[in-house]
């Protein structure tokens, strides 16, 4: 392990990127949400300078489409980390992406042979958001995704969720179970999104029943068992409350069903996790009230969870990253690998917030290409924004983006809380159904006074109940058990939207906003000023704020655009034939057949294992599997499926275009060893 003085001062780049190579041709993919994060080193200060998120700049939505050669993937990185004058030529050290690593000592793969590393980076973007806590503190940490990557790993491990304690700085890790493949089974089911099922539980009083401890008792959701406990335990809700649900009327009874079902998916995904902390805290003997709960993984996207255990347990605080899914997985590995190569030895960092994505300060060149559809613009008044929002919804596009899945106000929608037509409008302006929740965004210091138990949230990553007193006043972002998923926010996090809602405050007497994202149904959320203004036209949303200005658009109708602006895609959509050929000739040049190929991109026991481009490495290739096409027939059917998708070349738009290795490969290839 490295020591501190060891560690140079300068740059440093983590990145979580899928690879290139042939796979690409293959449409297979080893990660999703592909992100890179850049820092700054100085003596024992460490700053995160920026973080982006790719489906942001690219617009595939949870972005997994690996680059086709080395040089295109250091071309668009270097594209991004230049907004800071430096590229990966100027980086002391480059982590996270075999191939694009400059160093191996930065990971914990071997010092965790049988846990996830994907779990140890999700606990770090968590546990070190703040180095005075980290080590001076207790931190009870619990990384709870649906299931992890391999390309450090190379195989999958034993125990794939990652629980961990802290103690001013020691760290010790332990196995714990998650919820999440419970929630991607019944979203594979259901065909919603996670957050879609969270919010239609909430969203109607359908009820079922199932035996939920005994659910909990006999499936396992620990790692490798998980593939097959979460379909299983999925089932059995099902058929369960299929016998005694009930229908709102107010929802179609497929509606009413599905939200019955999912109130006991997440009752059971509750006490899942409250089974993990209650064993942390009488295994390490942890006080609650002064040890701080870390959440990561996609699960940890689920509020009214994070809420729950705060407020039973009593935790002194709770720390999550706004990227906390594996958008942020960059994050963790960075701040895996400062901790580990300096040794354990203490050093200074505090995440700087979520502003941390592009900016756009081009609005004069957004305006002469949109200018035929601009009736007026003039600078920001806070006194204009209000009325502005009072009539209908406005655009608010502000600064760098923000990181994370959520929008925090910097490329938002924003309406009035205290009207359910604004709440109505957001959603028609986003194609979601009539019954979604919006979240306010609060004024920090007026928290307490409209929500119950209620403390910081920067990062929209909690619930809290309204206060009675309060609730006709706020029905636009009132959840049917009057629970509201709340973004707090101070002035020092972000002047100008914190200007906004003190001027609606003064004129209204409700210190928040809805926020909602700036985005069309099934895309990411905007990035830049042209997105947004196509946005507006396309919509007909009348006003929008620009870095200051307000926009006031018209001539709707005259408007032909029928979908998303562009964004940055050439090298992630239709491969020419000629550049197919030659990465094959290049990578494969001794031949390879396009069904072994592809039994090597599946099968976790071959995939990496030998070199292509050597004669010996092509030969030792085939015999391997070919042996194994021998031993399983159902690896020739999934290689030959595997082909038939790639028979295009191409990648559509949406999240399952590519075939996903993180739990595709194990769904349709034998499982590991699971005692290995």
Known sequence: MSTGGMMRDGYYLSSYLTIPGLHRLAMVSYRHDNNISLWRKDGSQVQLLGHWEFERMTGLKHHRTPFLSMEDL?????GLIGAFG?????MTEVWGTPGLATTNDYHFVEEYPELSFHSIAHLYSAMLLDSEIFFDGDILALAVDGGPDRLLDQQYKRFWFTGAVSRRGVVETFPVASPGLLYSTAKDR????????????????????CDRQAILDTYDFTGLAALEGAPKAFEEIVAQVKESADVDPAFTEEESFVSAAMKEIQAISVMAMERNIETALERFDLDPATTHLALAGGYALNCPTNSHLMAKYGFRGFLAPPCVDDGGQSVGIGLAAFHKKTGGERFTFRFPGAYLGRQDDDLDGALAEFGDYVADVSDLDEDQAVRDILAEPIAWFHGRSEIGPRALGNRSLIGDPTSRAAKDALNQFKLREWWRPVAPVVLEEHLGD???????????LETFTIREERRDQIQAVAHLDYSARVQSLNAGQNPALHRLLTAFHRHTGVPMLCNTSLNDKGEPIIDTIREAMNFCLRRRISVGYFNGRRVAFHNFDAYSAQGPYPRTRELFVEIPESRARAVHAELNPYGLPELYLHVLFLDLALSGKFDLRTEEGAAEAYEAVDSRLRADPSLRQAAERSMRRAEHRFTTFGPDALLNLELGAVRQITAPDRNQ
């Open 450 to 460: 409209w929500f119950e138990d209620s403390r910081p949230s920067p990062y929209m």
């Open 86 to 90: 430096v590229s990966l030529d100027d």
């Open 74 to 78: 250091r071309d668009f990185v270097n």
């Open 190 to 209: 259901f065909k919603m999104r996670e957050g879609t099922l969270m919010a239609l539980a909430t969203a109607t009083t359908a009820a079922g029943r």
